[in-house]
């Protein structure tokens, strides 16, 4: 089965500074990885997604993660960090093709401090 | 147009009670998702629905939990005789077809359930 596995559950930042939210996973098939971003008392939005093709995916926001496929990764970083960027985020693997549909499995998320 | 909503926002039971959660999916999309967050066991997939059929059920906790979806487009999902362990956020998403493995997932707001 595939897994995700997100390094540190908490990562704090001065307004400014880069952000880098490190994510790892596991997948025995060419994986979809998702980043989703979670707001208090919402829902999941979806920042970016990598599919197939170009390895650097700009999301929305400023955000953008990198598949590397040799470190099986997909970190994701915005090069300035904005107080409005304060949430929880959560990376996901697609582990439809070995299911026959399309079920997230996602890593226990990453929370973001954003400090003035 | 309208995203994911899901209802109650809100839901505080007593232990031993029969409760429902509604979704109400965005309008076209056949693939629905219902998904559990809770502190313990982070974002955990439950149940999913292609039109009004679950293939597979295997996500759901015990067999107090049961879903439905009908018409294609609202789903219930109902918990039976409440336990304390039951208090988690129940989040529901859909996507225009389960069976695109890129597919994007659109997420509710979720409804936070505590059981005393």
């Known amino acids: 089965a595939q897994s995700v596995t997100q390094l540190g559950s908490h990562v704090s930042v001065s307004e400014g500074a880069l952000v880098l939210l490190r994510c790892n996973y596991s997948s025995s098939v060419p994986p979809y990885l998702f980043w989703y971003v979670q707001y208090p008392n919402q829902g999941l939005q979806l920042l970016l997604k990598?599919?197939?093709?170009?390895?650097l995916v700009k999301g929305i926001n400023g955000f953008e993660a990198e598949f590397k496929k040799s470190e099986t990764s997909f970190h994701l970083t915005k090069p300035s960090a904005h107080m409005s960027d304060a949430a929880e985020y959560f990376c996901a693997v697609s582990e439809g093709k070995n299911t026959g549909f399309q079920k997230l499995v996602f890593g226990t998320g990453t929370r973001l401090l954003v400090s003035p | 147009g309208a995203g994911v909503s899901q209802s109650p926002s809100n839901k505080v039971t007593e232990k031993g009670k029969d409760v429902e959660l509604r979704c109400d999916p965005i309008?076209?999309?056949?693939?629905l998702y219902w998904y559990r967050q809770s502190l313990g066991q982070g974002l955990e997939f439950l149940i999913y629905f292609q039109g009004n059929s679950a293939p597979d059920k295997s996500g759901l906790p015990s067999d107090r939990f049961s879903a439905e979806r009908t018409g294609g487009s609202v789903s219930t999902l109902t918990i039976q005789r409440t336990q304390q362990e039951d208090s988690a956020v129940y989040l529901c998403a859909s996507s225009p077809n389960s069976r695109v493995q890129q597919e994007t997932q659109y997420f509710g707001p979720g409804t936070r359930l505590l059981v005393l």
């Open positions: 990598y599919t197939t093709g170009a390895t």
């Open positions: 309008s076209g999309h056949t693939a």
